[in-house]
């Protein structure tokens, strides 16, 4: 069990390009969630999957933001046109079934958008 | 929704004395509550958590209590050591919600 691995650790961009962030979870979790941390404050939650279905999106996922788990194992996160505003920390946690409020996180991927 | 507050946001201990963290959660539905440790530039490592049908969990130098009418739990620390400064995370997840809604965070730090 490697733990709940993140790529790019990290990451530079100009404001309007697009970024994708990748999530390996813990295998056999079949839980898997984004969540974004800003400086100072705790994680936010944004999405989480069952396998490969997406079953909830929080108001914070604007329609800039897209999160896919195609086969149920790793996850995307992608970020259109960013913005100095996503500046932030995004984090992937995994969870298993049978204890599934137990969640798992990654190192997370720290995104600076100038 | 769930909303955490944690209490204090800095708590500066003696190598070797207890900290205590509190937070209270406003959902009287909450029925599982993790505590997180968070050091400089990593993710959340999950320390110790406790669900509603239990009032105390321990786990060597680190316990949690939890009282549902107040609606508020605590992190105890016991014993503390340099290595135990960090950031600590408290968290509440309603029933039938997956999402974790957490605290602001407490910095903790040990003087050696």
């Known amino acids: 069990d490697t733990g709940v691995s993140q790529n790019p650790r990290h990451k530079i961009t100009k404001r309007g390009q697009n970024v994708t962030f990748r999530c390996d979870p813990i295998?056999?979790?079949?839980?898997l969630y984004w969540y974004r941390q800003t400086l100072g404050q705790g994680p936010e939650f944004l999405t989480y999957?069952?396998?490969?279905?997406?079953?909830?999106k929080s108001r914070l996922l604007s329609d800039r933001f897209s999160a896919e788990r195609p086969k149920g194992s790793f996850s995307t996160l992608e970020i259109q046109r960013t913005e100095q505003g996503d500046s932030a920390m995004y984090l992937c946690a995994s969870s298993y079934q049978g204890s599934e409020e137990t969640q798992y996180f990654g190192p997370g991927t720290r995104l600076l958008v100038l | 929704g769930e909303n955490v507050e944690q209490h204090p946001s800095t708590l500066s201990v003696q190598e070797g004395d207890s900290a205590v963290i509190k937070c209270t959660y406003s959902d009287s539905a909450s029925n599982y509550f993790p505590w997180y440790k968070q050091e400089l530039g990593k993710g959340p490592q999950l320390i110790i958590d406790i669900r509603s049908n239990v009032g105390e969990k321990k786990d060597q130098r680190i316990a949690v209590t939890l009282n549902k009418t107040a609606k508020h739990f605590s992190l105890h620390i016991t014993e503390t050591q340099p290595e135990d400064s960090a950031v600590y995370f408290c968290?509440?997840?309603?029933?039938?919600?997956?999402?974790?809604?957490f605290g602001k965070g407490n910095q903790v730090v040990v003087i050696p």
């Open positions: 968290a509440a997840n309603s029933y039938g919600n997956n999402r974790l809604a």
């Open positions: 999957f069952q396998n490969e279905a997406q079953l909830e």
């Open positions: 295998s056999e979790h079949n839980r």
